[in-house]
């Protein structure tokens, strides 16, 4: 991510997989995948390069991919064709160019096809990547997310994303159950991350990292990212949190009320 000005792909000079391969095998232990940014505005006319570039790097390195679609230069259909049994497609309700959804409101059947085989479905809030009329449809659907996320940075936390609790709100709201929600958050991810076992489970032996969250009953706006709202009848809070077996209070939540 150079620069607000320049896409980091849109010359692909920029991509050096021999040491991009070298930093993985040095760092095993942090290095999960292999992300690859399609939007136009990153990548330019180099989409279809990149994904296979992307997908040669993660194969050498026997990992999985992760794609960022949206405004993408090339189908959503041909990038899924790509994706294999644990890759994942991330911000998979955005509102924009080669969404989930087929002009109908219906999900694409291509999309259908990769959940089917093992392609991980993944939120991926962010600024500019969740749409409540999407998420809505595709849920109406039949369309799960396998996992929810936030893409939390420095340009969504006062808004509309705030943290990831206010993210998992906001499928409470658009009606997936408690347990639903808490299992795509944890247990999901951690599995989609080969830590089944150790993260995302209260099992003697697993890492001690716990989230202890209330719910909270009453009204809410909540945002997403094109800026429409609905109004919650109930909420996560964050009231404290075990990292490596440490408690600490939870930070103030910064959600609208």
């Known amino acids: 991510m150079l620069s607000a000005e320049v896409g980091e792909l849109e010359d692909l000079r920029f ?31 180099n989409a279809r390069a990149a ?68 392609v991980i479905l993944d939120v991926g809030h962010g600024r500019g990547s969740f749409s409540f009329a999407v998420a809505r449809r595709a849920l109406a659907d039949g369309l799960r997310p396998h996992t929810i996320s936030s893409d939390l940075h420095v340009y969504n936390v006062r808004g509309p994303l705030f943290d990831l609790v206010t993210t998992m709100s906001k499928f409470l709201a658009l009606g997936l159950t408690l347990p639903e929600v808490i299992g795509m958050t944890t247990e999901a991810p951690a599995r989609a991350l080969a830590e089944t076992g150790n993260l995302g489970t209260l099992r003697p032996g697993a890492a001690a990292d716990v989230t202890m969250l209330r719910l ?22 964050p009231v404290r949190v075990v990292k490596n077996g440490v408690a600490r209070a939870a930070a103030p939540q910064r959600i609208d009320r």
């Open 216 to 237: 909270e009953s009453g009204s809410v706006a909540l945002a997403d990212s094109s800026g429409d709202s609905i109004t919650a009848g109930e909420w996560l809070v």
């Open 15 to 45: 991509i050096d997989m021999g040491k991009a391969l070298q930093v993985i095998e040095a760092h095993r232990e942090l290095i999960r995948g292999i992300k690859v940014r399609l939007s136009r505005e990153i990548v330019g006319n």
């Open 51 to 118: 994904l296979a570039i992307a997908r040669e790097t993660a194969e050498a390195a026997r990992l999985p991919i992760m794609v960022h679609p949206g405004n993408t230069p090339i189908g959503l259909g041909e990038i899924l064709g790509a994706l294999r049994a644990g890759d994942v497609l991330t911000h998979c309700f955005h509102g924009r160019e080669e969404g989930v959804l087929e002009a109908d409101g219906r999900v694409r059947l291509e999309v259908r096809r990769a959940a089917d085989r093992g």
